[in-house]
């Protein structure tokens, strides 16, 4: 079964609006989490690193202020992108890492489409 | 982190054997070789690792040369349903606070 699980899996917004999508770690706590994202036929490119308790760390050219990153509890993570605009449209992915193995596990994305 | 160089793109028909090479000249001591596959609209998913010589698992084979410089990840008997982007990562097994680097991928098509 799934070890993430990211929600929504696609969401369609106005330019303008904020979006906020939740990362969930299903099978065990996690300290670090990290947000992707992905354009159409691109790699995926790390956004944050996402630490609970604590400020996420960006990744150069990520603003903060638009993407905001809360780790309230050691299996959640959310991503809030704020005044969307149709460049934001992109596919986000979460990860989340497991601390005794250092395995990583990423979630299904969820894909933004802003008109 | 070591840089990775995968070709850009593959195509095979199925039932072949597929090999995957991944370039990966500043390989660390400690570093670690790991595979991840990518479906479309889907979080990638891990497939394999290793550290140097043979690996298998279910899915597939990891073939690393001494000098560890390079990685060929092997896919036997492919389908269409293993058509996806296969990725390479270098890094620490349990990766610490490393931040995961994904280069372009290999993108696999494979043929009827």
């Known amino acids: 079964g799934a070890v993430v699980s990211q929600h929504p899996s696609w969401v369609i917004c106005k330019s303008g609006t904020s979006v906020k999508i939740e990362c969930r770690s299903l099978?065990?706590?996690?300290?670090?989490m990290f947000w992707y994202r992905q354009f159409p036929k691109q790699s995926l490119m790390l956004m944050a690193t996402?630490?609970?308790?604590?400020?996420?760390?960006?990744e150069q050219g990520v603003e903060k202020d638009k993407f905001l990153i809360n780790h309230a509890s050691l299996t959640l993570s959310t991503l809030t992108v704020t005044s969307a605009h149709p460049e934001d449209s992109s596919f986000y992915i979460c990860?989340?890492?497991?601390?005794?193995?250092?395995?990583?596990?990423f979630g299904e994305g969820s894909r933004l489409t802003v008109l | 982190l070591a840089k990775t160089t995968q070709p850009i793109s593959m195509d095979s028909y199925e039932g072949q054997e597929v090999n995957i090479t991944c370039s990966h000249n500043?390989?660390?001591?400690?570093?670690?070789i790991t595979w991840y596959q990518q479906f479309p609209s889907q979080g990638p998913r891990f497939i394999i690792q290793?550290?140097?010589t043979k690996v298998t698992n279910e899915v597939a084979s990891l073939f690393i040369p001494a000098d560890r410089k390079s990685s060929t990840l092997s896919l036997p008997r492919v389908s269409l349903s293993d058509t996806a982007v296969y990725y390479c990562?270098?890094?620490?097994?349990?990766?610490?606070?490393?931040?995961?680097?994904f280069g372009t991928g290999t993108r696999l098509t494979i043929i009827p």
């Open positions: 990860s989340v890492k497991q601390e005794n193995t250092g395995e990583l596990f």
């Open positions: 099978d065990f706590q996690a300290t670090t």
């Open positions: 996402s630490n609970e308790g604590s400020k996420a760390t960006y």
């Open positions: 500043n390989i660390a001591t400690n570093d670690y």
């Open positions: 290793g550290y140097k």
């Open positions: 990562l270098v890094g620490k097994s349990n990766f610490g606070n490393e931040k995961l680097t």
